[in-house]
Nanobody
Framework: QVQLVESGGELVQAGRSLRLSCAVS????????MGWFRQAPGKERELVAA????????YYIDSVEGRFTISRDNAKSTVFLQMNNLKPEGTAVYYC?????????????????WGQGTKVTVSS
């Protein structure tokens, strides 16, 4: 497993941008696929974006495609989620997660490491 600490969540107005960061510790980070999940009030947690171990392949849910970008810096053991043109329905706690696979992890059961979450509130 790896240890994950998210940061960057805050209150923003709709249409603005925000970048979340996830600092990862553990020797195996560069071999992990990574993902960002979110859980809105009263809703189930959902995968928003994921990236493979090298950063060359990514996945996004339809509702964020074209607005969100997931990336990673393996040298700095950090994963990012750039969120542009935020919408009120993006209000949620965002979680960084790691999966011990080289592929893009799109199944929740693939993940074995989770951060504590960072709260994003988008006002209309």
């Amino acid at each position: 497993q790896v240890q994950l600490v998210e940061s960057g969540g805050e209150l923003v107005q709709a249409g603005r941008s925000l970048r979340l960061s996830c600092a990862v510790s553990g020797r195996t980070f560069s071999s992990y696929g990574m993902g960002w999940f979110r859980q809105a009030p009263g809703k189930e947690r959902e995968l928003v974006a994921a990236i493979n171990f090298s950063g060359r392949s990514t996945y996004y849910i339809d509702s964020v495609e074209g607005r969100f970008t997931i990336s990673r810096d393996n040298a700095k053991s950090t994963v990012f989620l750039q969120m542009n043109n935020l919408k009120p329905e993006g209000t949620a706690v965002y979680y960084c997660a790691g999966a011990p696979v080289h592929t893009v992890p799109v199944i929740t059961d693939e993940y074995d490491s989770w951060g504590q979450g960072t709260k994003v509130t988008v006002s209309s």
